[in-house]
């Protein structure tokens, strides 16, 4: 049986860390991959979506809102994808908007970037990313108005 050198694993910035690393195999091409190390699967840039639907945001359930901004408290190092959609009722699929690129370095809020109206009972945002970008996302504020009810 041989030897491994840990030497460089040791001396790398994740070799001293005190939590546990998640690492993933592949049997296809016999490889292992450090997760959590990077925004690339093997130099390929991985897609990172985050989805909240069935948001409820008015008192009354049987009421509409229409959401007219949004502001997202996220970090990033470069553009990320943002869209708005609505429910009628939970079960209901969502009516996505489109997606508007989002740069947190250059704006505050999603009107910024374009038009956000949408109107439902239920509301929902994805964030998302498909190049090599990092990004954290805090929180988000909504601006909405009340519509009637149907």
């Known amino acids: 049986m041989g030897s491994m050198d840990f030497t460089d694993w040791v001396a790398a910035p994740r070799g001293n860390r005190v939590e546990p690393d998640v ?23 991985m897609t990172a ?5 069935g948001l409820r945001v008015a008192e009354d359930p049987t009421q509409f809102v229409r959401l007219v901004d949004l502001w997202p408290m996220v970090e990033a190092s470069g553009t ?5 959609g609505t429910q009628r009722k939970a079960t209901d699929s969502v ?3 489109s997606e508007i690129t989002f ?8 009107a910024q970037s374009g038009a956000v109206n949408v109107t439902g009972r239920l509301l929902a945002v994805q964030f998302s990313s ?19 009810r149907f």
Do not use: C, F, K
């Open 80 to 84: 990320i994808q943002i869209r708005v």
């Open 95 to 97: 009516t996505w908007g």
């Open 103 to 110: 740069d947190p370095a250059t704006r505050e809020h999603l």
């Open 49 to 53: 979506t985050l989805i909240r639907t």
């Open 130 to 148: 498909e190049t090599d970008v990092s990004w954290e996302l805090a929180s988000y504020g909504l601006e909405i108005r009340n519509g009637g």
């Open 23 to 45: 690492v993933m195999a592949s049997a296809g091409n016999t490889r292992l991959y450090l997760a959590d190390a990077g925004n690339t699967l093997d130099g390929v840039a």
